[in-house]
C-alpha cells in the first residue's frame, strides 16, 4: 500500500531588520509630514490621498518597516498613524541639515541592531567585500537565509544616510562626525559624496607616532585638482591596484592629500617620506612633486616601488631601475590583467621589506657610503 508523505512547509523566522531599505518608508514618512503637519493621520484617509489601498499587502509591508525603523507608530491595522519626534525631523526637509542627518543615521542604522554592529565593524575602513559582510552579518545574528538581504539593505541605507562615500576612488565607510563636519550649507544629505578628502589620522598637526610610521606605505603619485586626469588615476591605481596589494603586508597606505593640500610640501609629509616602512611611487605624468619627494627617499636609501603608465617612457636616470607598467589604455586590457599587477607590486614590496637595508636607487649605486644623518 502507498504511503501518503505529507510536507510541512517551514515557517520562515522573522528578519532581525526591515524588509526594505530606509528610503521608502522615509518617502512614506515625508508624505504623512505634508499631509497631516506633524499630526497624527487616520490611516484610511491618509491612504485615500496617496492613492493606495490601505489594506493591501503592499501598504501593510510599508507601514511595518517604516514602524520598524521608528519613523512612525501605529500598525496596518490601527486607525491612527503618527510620525515619531525622530521620524518628523528625518522627513523634514526644511530642518537643518544636521539635523535632518542625525536623525536619518539614528533610524536607518543604529535603531537596527545588526546594521548597528555591521557599522561598528567596518567604520573608517573601505567597504569589505560582499561575501566578507554576509560572513560577519551570520556571525552577528542573522541567518543564512537573510545575511545577504540584509547586506544588500545596509550598503544601501549607508549610502543613503551619507556614511558611504567614494573617497580616493574606493567607497569608504566615513565615521558620523566626519560626514556631520564635512555637511556644507544648502546641500542635500545626498549629495555629499564627492566633496570632502578620506578620514585620516594624519589629518591633524600632532606629531606622527613611529609605530604608525612603521606600519606605513606613503603613496607618492600625481594627484591634482577635483575631477582631474591626474585625481581620477590616482584614485584608481590607489583603490583598485596599490592597497589591494599592500593588504597581506598590513600596511596602511598614506596619500598627501589625506594630510594637507595637494602640492604643498610640509613637514607631515618630509616625515613620511623619511620614516615610512615603504613608499609606493607612480611616476606617471612626469609630475615635478613626485619626483622631488622621490629624490627625498633615493637619498636615505629607503625602499622604494616604482610603478608607471605605460602611455609615459620611464625617466632616464630611473630607467634601470625596476618599474610596473600598468596599461590604461582602455578599460578592456585593464581591468583583465588587475590581478597581474597586484601580484607584480606585492612582489616587489616582498623584496624590498625583506632587504630593507639595501635600496637600489642611483644614490645607493654611485655613492654606497653616503649616510644622511637626521
Known amino acids: 500500500m502507498a504511503k501518503t508523505v505529507v510536507r510541512t512547509r517551514k515557517k520562515r523566522v522573522s528578519r532581525s531588520f526591515p524588509a526594505s531599505s530606509f528610503d521608502e518608508p522615509l518617502a512614506f514618512a515625508k508624505e504623512m509630514l505634508a499631509f497631516g503637519s506633524g499630526q497624527q493621520v487616520r490611516r484610511l484617509t491618509f491612504f485615500n490621498h496617496i492613492g493606495k489601498s490601505p489594506d493591501s499587502g503592499t501598504s501593510r509591508q510599508l507601514i511595518t518597516n517604516s514602524n520598524k525603523y ?12 503618527k510620525l515619531t519626534d525622530t521620524g518628523a525631523k528625518a ?11 542625525k536623525a536619518r543615521i539614528a ?11 555591521l557599522y561598528d ?28 538581504e540584509a547586506v544588500d539593505t545596509l ?76 585625481r581620477n588615476h590616482s584614485d584608481l591605481f590607489l583603490a583598485n591596484i596599490v592597497e589591494p596589494a599592500l593588504g597581506p603586508f598590513s600596511l596602511q597606505v598614506v596619500r598627501a592629500d589625506q594630510i594637507d593640500k595637494p602640492g604643498v610640501i610640509t613637514k ?41 603608465r605605460r602611455a609615459e617612457d620611464i625617466p632616464f636616470d630611473l630607467v ?8 590604461t589604455a582602455n578599460i578592456y586590457t585593464l581591468v583583465p590583467k588587475l590581478e597581474t599587477y597586484k601580484s607584480e ?30
Open 155 to 230: 550598503i544601501v541605507n549607508l549610502r543613503g544616510a551619507g556614511l558611504l562615500q567614494t573617497l580616493s576612488g574606493a567607497e569608504r565607510v566615513v565615521t558620523i562626525d566626519h560626514l556631520l563636519d564635512s555637511l556644507p550649507a544648502g546641500a542635500a544629505i545626498s549629495d555629499v559624496t564627492r566633496t570632502t578628502k578620506a578620514p585620516s589620522a594624519a589629518a591633524s598637526s600632532e606629531p606622527i607616532s613611529a609605530s604608525e610610521l612603521s606600519k606605513t606605505c606613503f603613496y607618492i603619485t600625481p594627484i591634482g585638482s577635483q575631477d582631474s586626469e591626474q
Open 91 to 101: 522627513a523634514n526637509g526644511d530642518a537643518p541639515l544636521r539635523e535632518q542627518a
Open 70 to 81: 521608528g519613523l512612525t507608530e501605529g500598525s496596518y491595522k490601527a486607525d491612527f498613524l
Open 268 to 308: 607631515q609629509i618630509i616625515d613620511y617620506l623619511i620614516n615610512s616602512k615603504l613608499v609606493i611611487v607612480d611616476l606617471s605624468f612626469h609630475n615635478p612633486n613626485v619626483f622631488y619627494e622621490l629624490a627625498i627617499r633615493h637619498m636615505l636609501k629607503k625602499p622604494v616601488v616604482q610603478i608607471i
Open 345 to 374: 607590486i606585492a612582489n616587489q614590496v616582498r623584496r624590498a621589506l625583506e632587504n630593507p637595508d639595501i635600496a637600489d636607487n642611483p644614490i645607493s649605486v654611485y655613492y654606497p657610503n653616503l649616510k644622511v644623518e637626521l
Open 121 to 148: 565593524q567596518i567604520v573608517g575602513n573601505k567597504l569589505p567585500a560582499k561575501a566578507a559582510l554576509i560572513d560577519a552579518a551570520v556571525t552577528a545574528g542573522a541567518s543564512k537565509e537573510d545575511a545577504e
Open 107 to 117: 533610524l536607518s542604522i543604529e535603531s537596527v541592531p545588526l546594521f548597528k554592529t
Open 320 to 327: 634601470s631601475m625596476r618599474t610596473i607598467v600598468i596599461d
